[in-house]
Nanobody, 127 residues
Framework: QAQLVESGGGLVQAGGSLRLSCTASGRTFSSSAMGWFRQAPGKEREFVAAINWSGASTYAADSVKGRFTISRDNGKNTVYLQMDSLKPEDTAVYYC????????????????????WGQGTQVTVSS
């Protein structure tokens, strides 16, 4: 059974950094696009960033461009989200996601594109 497990969330002050990790088990995702979504209280889950199967192409929401960087290590079956210059509005539960398709752009279409979800990790940015 495929499983995605996130780690690295926590509490950080505005302007600080965090790195989220998502490790897959149960199957290999080396041929799958992976990404991150987030959901703030009272809001819908939204796309944050995605990366294609090889890591050659990445995509990011306008709200995080220039601050968040997605990467992956297929040898470790792990995807990362480096978050810098964090803002209070980045506060949310962050979910790792994977699709059976190889192209990361597919995940930019929204939560309906996701085939596998992690359980989520809380990120809180204080002002």
């Amino acid at each position: 059974q495929a499983q995605l497990v996130e780690s690295g969330g926590g509490l950080v002050q505005a302007g600080g950094s965090l790195r989220l990790s998502c490790t897959a088990s149960g199957r290999t995702f080396s041929s799958s696009a992976m990404g991150w979504f987030r959901q703030a209280p009272g809001k819908e889950r939204e796309f944050v960033a995605a990366i294609n199967w090889s890591g050659a192409s990445t995509y990011a929401a306008d709200s995080v461009k220039g601050r968040f960087t997605i990467s992956r290590d297929n040898g470790k079956n792990t995807v990362y989200l480096q978050m810098d210059s964090l803002k209070p509005e980045d506060t949310a539960v962050y979910y790792c996601a994977a699709t059976q398709r190889p192209t990361g752009s597919y995940l930019t279409t929204g939560p309906g594109s996701v085939d596998y979800w992690g359980q989520g990790t809380q990120v809180t940015v204080s002002s």
